[in-house]
């Protein structure tokens, strides 16, 4: 075994301990391919009103200039997928993902903790973390590091644990050995596609106008008022949306998290739709104290209620 794979095997080891489920490594290099179709994307304004996602494009498509000297990528999966469901089947629902305390809190720190071991361990390695909060094509990279591949939704697909899962990164000046990708095993299935009620996803997959995804409009989308178009297809979702995972039959082999923090408020799941109709501020910053609901804030929570009704 030489260094570089030396160093892998360390990082690997280190991470799976701290809890990740899985871990890829890429070269740092510009992703030209992925450049021009971001560019396309971004022309057809897809992005909605995330304005955001037309800043330091180049930063977005090459990682070198994200963190100057920087070497490999190393993307990491962590499991969300939970089997617990809201009791009440009438009850505004909520995505999967932000049942627990927010995640990007929780995985930083992981990924501060896993840095900081590469230190003590091989010597002095820089580099920074992110948990989707920075131009960073966290998909594309863990596909480049064969974590799995991007399906029609345009979630990452794990071929053993589907896609319920957190993705992180960790861009770093160390020379690590580069994982290869993986082939599509999508194939003729489109029930993702036939699935999406606000029709998001294109006819032949792979292309999510996030203009129309319920994720969209129920969190980044700042309006007063959601576009009238998508009254009656929300599907009752009031924060997120997991129609295109819960139809995914790869999402078969997914198996429930074991992380504390992930576990939703006891009040949570109880409450029944008239609860949720008339949740005062006090009771949303009860529940969602360290919810990643908070990014919705409690009017925008009450303005996808009321939108539901």
């Not at 897809?46 to 963190?67: A, C, Q, W």
């Not at 390695?125 to 863990?142: I, M, N, Q």
């Not at 009620?197 to 700042?222: F, H, Q, R, V």
Request: glycine residues 6%; aromatic residues 12%; neutral net charge.
């Amino acid at each position: 075994m030489n260094l570089k794979e030396k160093h892998t095997h360390l990082l690997k080891t280190e991470a799976k301990r701290l809890g990740f489920s899985f871990v890829g490594v890429a070269k740092a290099e510009a992703l030209n391919e992925e450049a021009r179709h971001l560019e396309t994307w971004l022309k057809n304004d897809y992005h909605g009103k995330m304005s955001y996602m037309e800043n330091h494009f180049d930063k977005r498509i090459d990682p070198t200039k994200l963190v100057p000297g920087s070497r490999s990528i190393v993307t990491l999966m962590y499991n969300y997928y939970t089997e617990k469901e809201q009791e009440d089947e009438i009850a505004p629902k909520i995505s999967k993902y932000a049942f627990g305390k927010d995640y990007h809190f929780i995985i930083k720190n992981k990924l501060k903790e896993l840095l900081q071991f590469l230190n003590d361990n091989i010597g002095d390695v820089s580099g920074r973390c992110f948990v989707d909060s920075a131009p960073v094509l966290e998909r594309k990279w863990a596909a480049k590091s064969g974590l799995g591949w991007t399906g029609k939704n345009t979630l990452l697909i794990n071929p053993k644990a589907g896609s319920y899962f957190f993705l992180a990164e960790l861009i770093i000046d160390l020379e690590l050995e580069a994982d290869h990708p993986m082939k599509d095993y999508c194939g003729t299935c489109t029930r993702c596609i036939d699935a999406c009620p606000t029709n998001a996803i294109s006819a032949n997959g792979y292309l999510l106008d996030a203009s129309k995804c319920i994720s969209y409009l129920t969190i980044e989308l700042k309006d007063e008022q959601l576009p009238e178009e998508f009254r009656g297809q929300m599907k009752n979702y009031m924060f997120g949306c997991d129609i295109c995972q819960e139809v995914c039959p790869w999402n078969k082999f997914s198996t429930p998290h074991n992380e504390r923090n992930f576990e939703p408020h006891p009040n949570l799941l109880g409450m029944n739709k008239r609860d949720w109709e008339e949740i005062t501020e006090e009771i949303f910053k009860e529940v969602f104290q360290k919810s990643a609901v908070k990014r919705t804030k409690f009017h925008g929570l009450k303005r996808n209620i009321d939108f539901l009704k």
